[in-house]
């Protein structure tokens, strides 16, 4: 799924994580499609859509490690409060 098809709150974690604006705009090395691939496996989905795709929470913790080396920001950097009200659990 694009990130066009996201649900709105989850653009909004996406769109606000540290260094992503600049990454979208000044690293002609950044892939787009790879980090919102990364992001939806590791990010969106709930555990039974996670099962149905294949994957294991060992899977999704190395997809979320990926994701973070890749936007090169620390996990303690990311809005782990606005992703959990986006997930539905608060």
């Known amino acids: 799924m694009a990130y066009d098809d996201w649900e709105g709150p989850f653009q909004e974690v996406y769109d ?15 892939d787009p499609g790879y980090a919102e691939a990364l992001f939806e496996a590791g990010f969106t989905m709930h555990s039974d859509e996670l099962e149905a795709a294949g994957y294991s929470q060992d899977d999704v913790r190395a997809i979320r490690v990926e994701f973070f080396d890749y936007i090169g920001i620390d996990e ?15």
Not at 16 to 30: E, Q
């Open 16 to 30: 606000d994580i540290p260094g992503m604006a600049t990454a979208y705009n000044n690293d002609s090395t950044f």
């Open 76 to 90: 303690h950097d990311f809005d782990w409060a606005d992703w959990r009200e986006a997930m539905g659990y608060e």
